[in-house]
C-alpha cells in the first residue's frame, strides 16, 4: 500500500548544482503537485500537473522545472541550486479536482 | 485570491483538555474545506473535510463545521491525548482553475500536549 513515494528522503546540495527529486504514485491520479513547506510559511505550490504530460505553474516556480512524462511520476528539478531552496519538499497527488490530497514523506533538501 | 487564516501557536494543552483550533478562509465561489494534519517527519495526513455549508467533517474525535456565513472551520476536540502532538493545516479547494491547482494552506498550528 505504497501511496505516494518520494526519493530521496534527504540530499545536501553545493550552490549551482543540479538535482532531481523524484514522485511516484501508484494510485492512477491524474493531478500531482510539488510543495515546499518553509517555517512560518506553510506550504507553497510549486509546479502542478492534471495529467500526464501537461503541467502548470504555481504560486513560486522559479528555479524549478518539472516534468511528467508518465502519469504515475512528478519530476521536480533544480537546474542551479541556491541557498534559499533550501526546504522541504512534498509531492502529493489526488484523483479527480476536488479530492483530498495525498501527500509523500517529503525530502529534506540543505543549500550550502 | 484565496486565503487561509489561523492561529499558529505553538498551542500547549494538558492532557484530556478541550482544543480548538481557530480556522478562518476568503475564498470565491463554494470550496472544500479540509484539515490536514503533520506528525514529526511525516507528510501531511487529510483529518477530516466538508464540501459543502453546515457539513460537519469528524475524525478520530475531532470536528469542523463549515460556516459559510462566518467563512470559518475551526477545529475542536473535547478531549485530547498526547499522542494528538502534531501540526494541524486548515486548507481549501477552490482556485482560479477551478481547484485543479491544489489546495490553499493556512502556515499550520503547532499543537504541544502534555501528560
Known amino acids: 500500500n505504497a501511496g505516494v513515494t518520494q526519493t530521496p528522503k534527504f540530499r545536501v546540495l553545493k550552490t549551482g548544482q543540479s538535482m532531481t527529486l523524484l514522485c511516484a504514485q501508484d494510485?492512477?491520479?491524474?493531478?500531482m503537485y510539488w510543495y515546499r513547506q518553509d517555517p512560518g510559511m506553510g506550504l507553497r505550490l510549486i509546479h502542478y500537473?492534471?495529467?500526464?504530460?501537461?503541467?502548470a505553474k504555481g504560486e513560486v516556480p522559479d528555479g524549478y522545472n518539472v516534468s511528467r512524462l508518465k502519469k504515475q511520476n512528478f519530476l521536480l528539478g533544480l537546474e542551479s541550486a541556491a541557498p534559499s531552496q533550501t526546504s522541504v519538499y512534498f509531492c502529493?497527488?489526488?484523483?479527480?479536482?476536488?479530492?483530498?490530497?495525498?501527500f509523500g514523506n517529503g525530502t529534506r533538501l540543505t543549500v550550502t | 485570491g484565496n486565503s487561509v487564516t489561523q492561529m499558529e501557536g505553538p498551542v500547549t494543552l494538558s492532557e484530556e483538555a478541550f482544543l480548538t483550533i481557530n480556522c478562518t478562509y476568503t475564498a470565491t465561489g463554494y470550496p472544500s474545506l479540509f484539515w490536514y494534519v503533520q506528525y514529526p517527519g511525516e507528510g501531511l495526513q487529510l483529518l477530516l473535510k466538508a464540501t459543502k455549508a453546515d457539513d460537519k467533517g469528524s475524525n478520530k474525535g475531532f470536528e469542523a463545521t463549515y460556516r459559510k456565513e462566518t467563512t470559518s472551520f475551526h477545529l475542536e476536540k473535547g478531549s485530547v491525548q498526547v499522542s494528538d502532538s502534531a501540526v494541524y493545516f486548515c486548507a481549501l479547494s477552490s482556485g482560479p482553475g477551478g481547484g485543479a491547482d491544489g489546495l490553499t494552506f493556512g502556515k499550520g498550528t503547532h499543537l504541544i500536549i502534555q501528560p
Open positions: 500537473s492534471v495529467g500526464e504530460g501537461t503541467t
Open positions: 502529493a497527488s489526488r484523483s479527480v479536482w476536488n479530492s483530498p490530497l495525498h
Open positions: 494510485m492512477n491520479h491524474e493531478y
